[in-house]
């Protein structure tokens, strides 16, 4: 089955720029999507395949994709910004598969 | 306003039953996949498996963990659809949410979920 390795804890000064990786086998040739879920709340969708941000997303959140492993770039982080980031593909043969999430700490 | 909301908190004792519903409102109930996706306590998310709402189908796809335990349903009249678990155990305590695709049912290329429901807890414990 496909799998996604994610740090357990990134940690980011304020104001600059944190990247969360998301690991996986040839992952460059699958759509990556990223979620937020802040303490308490529901996932929300950050960005889509690969590296498009949808509507209401601040351009401060980015991604990138290639070879094994797929980006999520939070510039100019803010104390908001903490929270479980998850990325997430489809695989052929297990369907959705999620990342184990990390945590995003502002200091 | 487009949301999915879901259905209150459930206790339930192991070897029981639980089914959890998430009505749609503002958009087209049927014009777009709905999936259900666990969160145990301090852990990660786990898909469970996807309807597809439209009319004229009403498929359904499980994540193997779940074959035999899950059954997604839908009632179009009320842009509602429901996951019943199964066979409970104590490590199906988790919050329950549903969430829509972004890709329409009219085409099979699944992507990612740009909606969520609040989620449910439920509960399992003797």
């Known amino acids: 089955s496909y799998e996604l390795t994610q740090p357990l804890l990134v940690s980011v000064a304020l104001g600059q720029t944190a990247r969360i990786t998301c690991g996986g086998k040839?992952?460059?040739?699958?759509?990556v999507h990223w979620y937020q879920q802040r303490p308490g709340q529901a996932p929300v969708l950050v960005i889509f395949?690969?590296?498009t941000r949808p509507s209401g997303i601040p351009e401060r959140f980015s991604g990138s994709n290639s070879g094994n492993t797929a980006t999520l770039t939070i510039s100019r982080a803010q104390t908001g910004d903490e929270a479980d980031y998850f990325c997430q593909v489809w695989d052929s043969t297990t369907a959705v598969v999620f990342g184990g999430g990390t945590k995003l700490t502002v200091l | 306003q487009v949301q999915l909301v879901q259905s209150g908190a459930e206790v339930k004792k192991p070897g029981a039953s639980v089914k959890v519903s998430c009505k749609a409102s503002?958009?087209?109930?049927?014009?777009?996949?709905i999936h259900w996706v666990r969160q145990a306590p301090g852990q990660g998310l786990e898909w469970m498996g996807w309807?597809?709402?439209?009319?004229?189908?009403?498929?359904?796809i499980n994540a193997r963990k779940f074959q035999g335990r899950v059954t997604m349903t839908r009632d179009t009249a009320i842009s509602t659809a429901y996951m019943e678990l199964s066979s409970l155990r104590s490590d199906d305590t988790a919050v329950y949410y549903c969430?829509?695709?972004?890709?329409?049912?009219?085409?099979?290329?699944?992507?990612?979920?740009?909606?969520w429901g609040q989620g449910t807890m439920v509960t399992v414990s003797s």
């Open positions: 040839n992952i460059e040739y699958k759509n």
């Open positions: 309807i597809n709402p439209n009319h004229n189908r009403g498929d359904t």
């Open positions: 395949r690969d590296s």
């Open positions: 969430a829509r695709d972004r890709t329409r049912t009219t085409s099979t290329s699944l992507d990612s979920f740009d909606l």
């Open positions: 503002g958009y087209t109930f049927t014009d777009y996949y």
